[in-house]
């Protein structure tokens, strides 16, 4: 490793920044609407200032997988830091992932939209409306959970010798339940989960690809995700 000119580091900022609006994109299908595309770039340059000054080249790992890891974690850290969940939002998941677990005790299956509006007792328009609401609520980060090279996070963990044995047991188990319940949702949303956790789309490639609107993308992920969240409560 050898300490970067400055004329070195515009460059790498300059090459780099479309892979901070990428990455702050991609992350917006998991947030409120209160939340600013704009304010996640400015951190996310943050990290990329970060990387380009912390990378060490004699580590193996290529220039872009570090960014990507410094970029989402400036990201979730200024997330986490703020308080932008609206309590309105989690009880509003809340009350969905309630209808959709009682709907499902009684058909045996994934309910639909309908269904769960009905449930609820209030209009299909509520219903979605409910979901956008809910945008934020989530689960877990999935690609926070693997690496570029293709490592599972549990993987990595139970390779650590000094971990509790009963932690990596209940991780797996987690896991396995987790896999299910994704296999266990209706196509179309399993198609979209696809396309943003494992393709990277954004909102608007997904609704391209659908043929629904960014918002409409937006509602079925949030439908997933409270699908998921019910069937693992145990576990949250």
Not at 60 to 88: K, N
Request: hydrophobic fraction near 40%; include cysteine.
């Amino acid at each position: 490793m050898y300490a970067k000119t400055g004329l070195e580091k515009n460059q790498y900022v300059v090459q780099y920044a479309p892979l901070v609006k990428r990455i702050a994109y991609h992350l917006m299908a998991r947030l409120p609407a209160s939340v600013q595309v704009d304010d996640l770039i400015q951190v996310g340059m943050i990290g990329l200032l970060d990387a380009v000054s912390n990378y060490d080249d004699t580590q193996g790992a290529q220039f872009e997988t570090y960014a990507v890891q410094r970029i989402r974690g400036a990201m979730l850290d200024e997330l986490r830091q703020c308080d932008w969940l609206p309590r309105s939002a989690r009880k509003t998941l809340r009350q969905i992932e309630t209808a959709m677990n009682a709907m499902e005790q009684r058909v045996c299956r994934a309910p639909t939209e309908r269904e769960v509006a009905d449930e609820l007792q209030v209009s299909l328009d509520d219903y979605q409306q409910m979901l956008l609401d809910a945008r934020g609520c989530q689960l877990l980060h999935y690609e926070d959970l693997q690496s570029s090279e293709g490592e599972d996070f549990f993987e990595r963990h139970c390779a650590d010798d000094s971990a509790e044995p009963l932690a990596k047991l209940q991780d797996g188990r987690f896991r396995e339940k987790l896999i299910e319940a994704i296999s266990l949702l209706p196509e179309r949303e399993k198609l979209m989960m696809a396309m943003y956790y494992e393709e990277e789309l954004n909102l608007r490639e997904i609704g391209e690809v659908l043929g629904v609107s960014e918002s409409r993308v937006c509602q079925l992920h949030s439908q997933a995700m409270a699908r998921l969240r019910s069937k693992l409560k145990e576990w949250l």
